[in-house]
């Protein structure tokens, strides 16, 4: 029995100096107990911390300080990813053995309530750790009140690969020439993001846009303002329909739809207010804009007025949500009223797709030219279903416009899309600004759990789009442009997702015959 606690006390030694130096002397101490010694249960609460399964303990004397050690250790939380969280993991791992050990000499001696016969070396050790953590906490607690002080440092970044094969009937090829095909990089950003106290900030460049890199979202923010909620300050999305406002992550089709390419750029240099109303069954969004400035956010011309005014106002007719089932009704409404830049304003569209960013590297199929304006109106109506696995959105965009010389013309556009989950989840949607996010699959494609590879089926969707857009109207022939859309998304895991759309476009130009081309397209995506 005396040659097995010897070779426990060499284990304890070696574990001590390798922990934390001088505790290894208070284990080394209480690890001379006759009994053999064992590791107490542990138990993993619902928060993730951990839990020592209770040990009988003697009413007073080392038994009492042994469990007191472990609950101030395992209560304290410290700064996660810090060296102080190490130490605090090694001291709780060594407390936890000290416990088991402690408790075990306490009830086998048979302390007696008055404390006599306690090893005063004991006694003394637990003391000094007692001692040791009150200057962790302490240094903390200091720790934490640096961090306080800085912006937190949040990073954000997206990586769009695809490859198309097209094709054509020769009416498109007489009107338009041959499409490409090939293989881009749609998106590449990495950015920062972050808050500190009431302000929030954003930073992300784009580089695969025009510019290589320009500008993506570049604003800072005041959030909790009385009456008002939250102002942004800089470059980012105006708030204007469901696509447009919703990131692309929300978007489940390779790119947006024609409604998008009639109203021109999402993102502008501006200040807006938002914020939710009626328990967050409502959004608010309204802002004053630059109406044309460049992808790095510039807007330098001769001395005259040309800015925007934009506002979206939604509300939830329903919305339940229980563990795996979302049933909503949105309704919402947008209007944006513009002063051109040089007076002049242009419409066009091309297929419902894009090869690369950086330049048009598709036809523009419909196109009104220039025409001399003096003001004109954005108004969108958007209605959003989701039931369960199965969605349909819609939106109708009218564009009036007040031409100096054909007086007032009116364009419009218009889509309608439907998808369904097999796999059983549903979109997601964020209450706080009324928008999509990506389906979030139950099951991971791929996971690693305990050194074992798993294997699920990730999420699967099918998609349908219908979209139209007429820009002829009061003697301007831009053309009318319609585009059908199939599509199936699969998404591995939160952040990755491989998805591919079969698109036909019908446009009918005002000076050459109806055409038909086809894109067949298919993405791999990283988005965090």
Avoid at 327 to 332: A, K, Q, S, V
Avoid at 353 to 379: E, H, K, M, V, W
Avoid at 412 to 433: C, I, K, M, N, P
Wanted: charged letters at 20%.
């Amino acid at each position: 029995m005396a040659g097995g606690a010897g070779g426990r006390s060499w284990l304890v030694w070696g574990a001590g100096v390798w922990l934390l130096g001088p505790v290894s002397l208070l284990v080394w101490g209480v690890s001379q107990a006759p009994s053999t010694p064992s590791l107490p249960a542990v138990a993993q609460t619902e928060t993730g911390q951990r839990s020592v399964a209770a040990a009988p303990t003697p009413e007073s004397g080392a038994g009492q300080q042994i469990p007191a050690c472990s609950e101030r250790i395992g209560s304290f939380a410290p700064v996660e990813g810090t060296p102080g969280q190490q130490a605090v993991e090694r001291l709780v791992n060594l407390s936890e053995w000290g416990v088991g050990l402690g408790n075990r000499e306490a009830s086998s001696a048979q302390v007696p309530a008055s404390g006599e016969g306690i090893d005063p070396d004991t006694t003394g050790r637990w003391a000094e750790l007692n001692r040791r953590l009150e200057r962790l906490e302490e240094q903390l607690r200091q720790q934490r009140s640096r961090a306080a002080d800085r912006p937190t440092t949040q990073l954000t970044g997206m990586i769009h690969l695809d490859r198309y094969w097209t094709g054509e009937d020769s009416e498109f090829r007489q009107a338009y020439g041959a499409l490409p095909d090939g293989v881009v990089f749609r998106r590449v950003r990495i950015g920062l993001q972050g808050t500190y106290g009431a302000w929030d900030y954003r930073i992300i460049p784009e580089f695969a846009a025009a510019g290589r890199p320009s500008l993506f979202d570049v604003f800072v923010g005041w959030n909790d303002l009385p009456a008002l909620g939250h102002v942004r300050v800089g470059h980012f999305a105006e708030p204007f329909g469901l696509e447009q406002t919703s990131s692309i992550r929300g978007i489940n089709t390779l790119e947006r739809s024609v409604l998008s390419e009639i109203y021109g750029r999402r993102r502008r240099v501006g200040i807006m207010f938002f914020d939710t109303w009626d328990e967050q069954r409502g959004t608010w969004a309204l802002g004053i804009f630059r109406s044309d400035n460049d992808v790095f956010g510039d807007d330098i011309a001769q001395r005259q007025f040309r800015s925007a005014v934009t506002g979206r106002l939604t509300r939830l007719v329903w919305y339940d949500e229980e563990d795996n089932w979302l049933e909503l009704l949105h309704l919402g409404v947008s209007y944006s009223a513009r002063a051109p830049k040089n007076r002049q304003v242009q419409f066009q569209a091309r297929p419902e797709d894009r090869f690369g960013a950086a330049s048009p590297n598709l036809p523009i199929l419909i196109d009104t030219g220039p025409i001399p304006a003096t003001f004109y109106q954005l108004l969108v109506g958007e209605a959003l279903w989701i039931h369960g696995p199965f969605s349909m959105q819609g939106e109708y965009l009218l564009v009036p416009v007040s031409t100096r010389q054909y007086g007032a013309v009116y364009f419009f556009a218009w889509y309608v899309q439907a998808s369904l989950v097999l796999t059983g989840e549903h979109r997601q949607y964020r209450r706080d600004t009324a928008v999509l996010d990506s389906v979030i699959p139950r099951r991971d494609f791929l996971r690693r759990e305990n050194g074992q590879w798993f294997v699920g089926p990730g999420a699967w969707e099918l998609i349908v789009r219908f979209s139209q857009a007429d820009l002829n109207d009061g003697g301007i022939e831009g053309g009318r442009i319609t585009g059908i859309t199939l599509g199936v998304a699969w998404y591995l895991n939160p952040y990755m997702r491989i998805y591919a759309n079969y698109i036909q476009t019908h446009p009918t130009p005002a000076n050459a015959k109806p055409g038909i081309g086809h894109i067949f397209g298919v993405r791999t995506a990283l988005e965090f």
